[in-house]
């Protein structure tokens, strides 16, 4: 009878883990829903960023030095709510993320939420593709999205 209770026991824990864990995931797509549907911040007109160093097709050697430039908006921190305004986003070697969720964090994405508009980065030798993304206050691109040109320069 104890081995039966155990068995009977450890199936209704598994069983009970199964639906946590669907529970779990149901919650997750509940919150993946609500943040597909955040509103967005407008972009004026006209506005654009853009790479004021290097230019595309230059050879650079690490560390590599980028300018960052801003047309028709203003650069603030991460956080500062105002018109037109958001903070510079850094994508290496990747596409344009979901329009209607924040920036990743992560090696491709990498956030000046400081309102900072120079930088210098290490990449590994040879060809890298760079945008960049301007995210308003809660770091989502803005509606319709502000986002440079690529530019293709090569790592020695």
């Given at each position: 009878?104890?081995?039966?209770f155990?068995a009977?026991?450890?199936?209704?824990?598994?069983?009970?883990?199964?639906?946590?864990?669907?529970?779990?995931?149901?919650?997750?797509?509940?919150?993946?829903?609500?943040?597909?549907?955040?509103?967005?911040?407008?972009?004026?007109?006209g506005?654009?960023?853009?790479?004021?160093t290097?230019?595309?097709?230059?050879?650079?050697?690490?560390?590599?030095?980028?300018?960052?430039?801003?047309?028709?908006m203003i650069?603030?921190?991460?956080?500062?709510?105002?018109?037109h305004?958001?903070?510079?986003?850094?994508?290496?070697?990747?596409d344009?993320?979901?329009?209607?969720?924040?920036?990743?964090?992560?090696?491709?994405?990498v956030?000046?939420?400081?309102?900072?508009?120079a930088?210098?980065?290490t990449?590994?030798?040879g060809?890298?593709?760079?945008?960049?993304?301007?995210?308003?206050?809660?770091?989502?691109?803005?509606?319709?999205?502000?986002?440079?040109?690529?530019?293709?320069?090569?790592?020695?």
């Amino acid at each position: 009878m104890g081995i039966r209770f155990f068995a009977a026991a450890s199936i209704a824990l598994l069983i009970s883990a199964c639906g946590q864990n669907q529970a779990a995931r149901r919650a997750d797509d509940a919150v993946m829903s609500t943040a597909d549907t955040l509103p967005r911040s407008t972009s004026p007109d006209g506005a654009r960023v853009f790479f004021i160093t290097p230019a595309t097709g230059d050879t650079v050697s690490n560390p590599i030095s980028i300018e960052f430039g801003i047309e028709g908006m203003i650069v603030v921190k991460a956080g500062d709510q105002q018109p037109h305004s958001g903070h510079h986003h850094l994508l290496i070697d990747t596409d344009l993320p979901d329009p209607g969720l924040p920036v990743p964090a992560d090696e491709h994405h990498v956030h000046f939420g400081d309102g900072s508009s120079a930088t210098e980065i290490t990449l590994s030798a040879g060809e890298h593709t760079l945008l960049l993304l301007l995210g308003d206050y809660r770091h989502i691109p803005h509606d319709p999205p502000v986002v440079s040109n690529p530019l293709t320069i090569i790592v020695e």
